[in-house]
């Protein structure tokens, strides 16, 4: 390769950079800033856990009541019966209580809200 080439490649080179660096700028100012939001995740992770956490106690109280009255497995049954009913309420509640603070639309990109 003689020296002349070298030069035009190195100018073609610095040209593609530029192109590229000014597509990138323009791909930033045309993507939509989505800022990360936990509040969902906690909320979904504290939805399971009360869930769970209705079904064992209720367990618990049922197998304790089976133990005292020796009235295997009908206690535990509906011990897991009634935590689960429990739980299913405290879902219900929790949901409730989370779309009384959202206003409707707010999850949409800003072209789609609601109003």
Sequence with gaps: MDEHQEVQNEAAL????????RAQESRKEAEPQVQANSKGMALGMRMASEFVSA???GGLFGFGFDYWLKSTPFGMLAGLGLGFAAGVMNLIRASKEYSASV?????????????
């Design 14 to 21: 610095k040209e593609l950079s530029h192109k590229v660096a």
């Design 55 to 57: 079904i064992l106690v």
């Design 103 to 115: 206003p409707v639309g707010s999850d949409l990109p800003p072209e789609n809200k609601v109003e």
